[in-house]
């Protein structure tokens, strides 16, 4: 299993992580180590088995609909890094010239 | 009285009911030590003295009051996985350097309503993603046992913290071994319950489907008290276990003859060192002696289980992950030009390496074109593995096998190759695979190096395992040796 650089550049977009390019030769070495390690699996035909995503085979409990936390906004801002009138802040999302 | 700290909890809990102590001096003890030697082992990343006092006196006032609780005054440690009210809870990242928990999990308010006194929150590796906890941003632990060793991962403090007599036992958790593996490398008994047996709200997730809270302790019968006093059903964990919590003290007691121990071929066809295979071997002649009866077992799909592993613990970090942002809470890159160099340079710059690999690693296998050969792939194998272990417990209570492959190994021995550490879990993953509890115990050492011999049972049987780990304490004194550090 071989990545490109353009691999590498589209995953760590998808994942919205910066990285320096300097560090795409060791980064690449390492991520191909490990899909090395996993491309075992393709030894085995798995082709009739279902799929386990759970360990537990339980349906989802349900509960009724009811609200059951009171509003606490202050008190869960408190680790905002920006925040304004009670909103989070962000970078400008919209130009205002278009 | 100066040494505390060797007592057991039972011993304690006698001790403070009789008044030939209280929690205050209890308390005040272990506060004094981690002074002293915590500066030696690095394993916590906030000691809370303040709130730990504050919380001995309220339990030396129920015991005058006759209205002790369980673990009242009983001086424990929780890993910084753990959101606790009012306090850092770092998960022993930047990116959650300055978190100041808005609630309490579970786990935590469990401990506190049993009369549990807190002394502070351990450190770990980043966002539970390591084997040795040098993955740590508030650095790495060293071995209580040996200088410049790891304590094993990723609840290196907890492990380190228990072992160096700095509290009477720790929380942790366990995703592929981060309970089991350090207990073994510092000399201590590690339960990694039933999936669901313990609320995960309030513990910051890593890979959902895998990840399980749990006890680092001295003995099996400290981990039975600690056991009983986290688990339960909670309505606030949509997979938390509905089903009755036995008295896990109660029941350490009850005989293990006749209970049969299946050992895997495949395990034992590896390449071991000979002491761990010493070890292994001394300890299933005393199961022997004891009344066990030992049989080989055929695990034919086990060795799927770290490639597995690696896919599906990967993928579901990168989805758990995604909610660090820079926007809501923790860390924040400085002056972003716009919303997506906010994301992306908070995420560079607030999470280390191995976090990051593990997100790169998960995003590819959940992106499209790649979800059947590699997401798919692993669930289905994954199936293969659990069945194997259902297959086995029909002949079977136990599977025993080494915790880790070998002893504790130096600080940056194995940090330039990703891969090597992962083969730190290959005993102890296919547990979580399967959801199934697992225990691991001291069972010998190696140059003053501790081993650990581990227990895997079928679902909801952590009592049987308690019970076999106690049996073992009873006729080895492993468990009972301290490390030199003062």
Same mark, same amino acid.
């Given at each position: 299993?071989?990545?490109k650089n353009?691999?590498l ?45 759970h360990?537990?085979d ?5 509960r ?5 936390e009171k509003?606490d ?10 925040k ?7 970078p ?7 | ?17 009789e ?10 003890s272990y ?24 919380s ?19 001086p ?20 959650l ?31 539970a ?7 740590s ?10 200088r410049?060793y ?5 609840s290196?403090g ?7 007599g ?14 089991r ?45 600690m ?5 339960g ?5 949509s997979?938390?276990?509905?089903v ?19 050992l ?30 030992v ?5 034919? &799909?086990i060795? @799927?289980? *770290?490639?597995?592993?690696? #896919?599906?613990?990967?993928?579901e970090? !990168?989805?758990? =992950? ?8 923790g ?20 999470f280390?390496?191995?976090?990051k ?50 002893t ?16 730190q ?5 296919p ?14 050492? &190696?140059?003053? @190096?501790? *081993?650990g011999?581990?227990? #895997? ?5 952590? !009592?049987?395992? =308690? ?6 304490q ?11 550090i003062e």
């Amino acid at each position: 299993m071989t990545l490109k650089n353009k691999d590498l550049e589209q995953i760590a977009y998808l994942a919205r992580i910066n990285i320096n390019k300097k560090s795409f030769p060791s980064l690449k070495k390492e991520l191909e180590s490990i899909l090395e390690l996993v491309a075992k699996m393709d030894s085995v035909n798995t082709e009739s088995v279902v799929p386990m995503s759970h360990p537990l085979d339980i349906s989802q409990p349900l509960r009724k609909d009811e609200v059951t936390e009171k509003d606490d906004r202050k008190n869960l801002q408190k680790n905002a890094p920006l925040k304004k009138a009670g909103l989070f802040m962000v970078p400008k999302v919209i130009d205002e010239d278009a | 009285m100066e040494e505390f700290y060797k007592l057991s909890i039972k011993e304690k809990l006698k001790g403070l009911k009789e008044s030939a102590f209280s929690s205050l001096e209890l308390t005040e003890s272990y506060l004094q030590r981690i002074k002293k030697v915590d500066k030696k082992i690095n394993s916590f990343i906030t000691v809370l003295e303040d709130k730990a006092i504050e919380s001995a006196r309220e339990s030396d006032k129920r015991y005058k009051e006759g209205s002790a609780l369980p673990l009242d005054g009983i001086p424990i440690a929780h890993k910084d996985i753990f959101c606790t009210e009012g306090i850092l809870t770092t998960c022993g990242s930047k990116m959650l350097s300055n978190f100041v928990s808005p609630y309490s999990s579970t786990v935590v308010k469990n401990f506190s309503a049993n009369g549990s006194v807190i002394l502070g929150k351990t450190n770990m590796d980043e966002f539970a993603m390591g084997s040795s906890n040098e993955t740590s941003y508030f650095g790495a632990v060293n071995n209580p046992w040996k200088r410049n060793y790891v304590p094993g991962g990723s609840s290196g403090g907890s492990a380190a913290c228990v072992s160096a007599g700095l509290a009477s036992g720790a929380t942790a958790t366990d995703t592929g071994g981060s309970i089991r593996q350090p207990a073994a490398l510092c000399g201590l008994t590690g339960i990694k319950p039933t999936y669901g047996r313990v609320s995960r709200y309030g513990m910051i997730a890593f890979a959902s489907s895998l990840d399980q809270g749990g006890v680092l302790t001295k003995s099996a019968e400290d981990a039975a008290y600690m056991l009983k006093a986290m688990s339960g059903h909670d309505p606030r964990d949509s997979t938390s276990l509905n089903v009755d919590v036995p008295d896990f003290v109660d029941e350490i007691n009850e005989d293990i003859k006749g209970l049969r121990i299946g050992l895997p071929k495949q395990f034992f066809s590896m390449n071991l060192p000979n002491y761990v295979e010493k070890s292994i071997d001394e300890s299933i002649k005393i199961f022997e002696k004891l009344g066990a009866q030992v049989e080989d077992v055929d695990l034919p &799909h086990i060795d @799927l289980s *770290l490639p597995i592993y690696y #896919v599906i613990a990967p993928a579901e970090c !990168s989805a758990n =992950l995604s909610r660090y942002d820079g926007v809501k809470f923790g860390y924040r890159c400085e002056d972003p030009n716009n919303l997506d160099d906010l994301y992306m340079r908070t995420r560079e710059e607030g999470f280390g390496a191995e976090v990051k690999r593990r997100i790169l690693i998960g995003t590819y296998a959940l992106s499209a074109g790649y979800y059947d050969a590699y997401y798919l792939k692993a669930q289905k194998c994954r199936r293969l593995v659990a069945d194997d272990f259902s297959k086995a417990f029909k002949s079977v209570d136990f599977i025993l096998s080494p915790t880790a492959p070998d002893t504790s190994f130096s600080l940056g021995d194995k940090t330039s190759d990703p891969v090597e550490m992962y083969k730190q879990d290959i005993f102890t993953i296919p547990a979580n695979l399967a959801g199934l509890p697992g225990i691991s115990f001291p069972c010998g050492e &190696h140059q003053g @190096l501790p *081993l650990g011999v581990q227990l #895997v049972a079928d679902n909801l049987n952590e !009592s049987k395992l =308690l019970r076999m780990a106690h049996y073992f304490q009873l006729n080895t004194d492993w468990h009972e040796a301290w490390p030199e550090i003062e």
